[in-house]
């Protein structure tokens, strides 16, 4: 069982809907992170929140939008997305940020989205 | 370009064999993480190796870092079709946190 809850599990959603991911942990970790990976594919990093603050973006286009209410939950908001944005979506958390060395990173399982 | 690359990128073997796959990068990383995701699930932690020259057992699993803490190698004696999965190797370094190209591994009963 992992500690990191990711609902959905799986999401179909056309290009022109709205929808959102949400992730959930209370390990009291203050860094979490949002993947998008490819089939049998690494997982790229999107974006990185520490302190429930933005800290890194890698480019991701503005159709992604994070959130993070507080400490414990993390949220990516979809809309107008494209069939190449389907992908399997990763969250995960680690008690520091991961500059700090020796953090593990503690992954939920992922929703699955499809794009039509 | 991958910082981190692994090799081999696909390695199919009976059980009981006995198998290494191998991380490399150019670059010097603070620690290297290894991970192994099944089809549907998340990657789980396996180790993290922080000294260079480490080594690391997890039963059946002997993980090294390299004396100049740019490579890692994870060797799997009498594999197990249970092993099957991907593995991941992970580093943090220059503000970053990177993700190796994955060997994806397939042990046959």
């Known amino acids: 069982d992992t500690e990191v809850t990711q609902t959905p599990k799986h999401l179909v959603m056309g290009m022109t809907n709205k929808k959102s991911l949400k992730c959930e942990q209370h390990?009291?970790?203050?860094?979490m992170y949002w993947y998008k990976q490819k089939a049998k594919k690494p997982p790229e990093l999107m974006f990185v929140y520490s302190y429930e603050k933005l800290s890194i973006n890698e480019s991701v286009p503005s159709r992604f939008s994070p959130e993070c209410p507080n400490s414990s939950l993390l949220n990516l908001h979809l809309h107008a997305l494209q069939p190449e944005d389907s992908a399997l979506y990763l969250c995960a958390s680690s008690p520091q940020p991961y500059r700090e060395i020796n953090q593990p990173q503690h992954f939920g399982d992922g929703t699955r989205l499809s794009i039509l | 370009t991958q910082l981190l690359e692994q090799s081999p990128q696909f390695l199919s073997i009976q059980e009981g064999e006995n198998l290494t796959v191998y991380c490399n990068s150019s670059?010097?990383?603070?620690?290297l993480q290894w991970y192994r995701q099944e089809p549907g699930e998340g990657p789980v932690l396996l180790v993290t190796?922080?000294?260079?020259?480490e080594v690391k057992k997890l039963k059946r699993l002997t993980f090294q870092f390299g004396d100049a803490r740019k490579d890692s190698s994870l060797h799997i004696t009498a594999a197990q079709p249970g092993d099957t999965g991907l593995y991941l190797c992970a580093g943090a370094g220059f503000n970053k946190f990177y993700f190796g190209s994955g060997t994806k591994l397939n042990v046959k009963p």
């Open positions: 390990m009291g970790h203050r860094a």
């Open positions: 190796v922080v000294t260079g020259g």
């Open positions: 670059s010097v990383f603070s620690s």
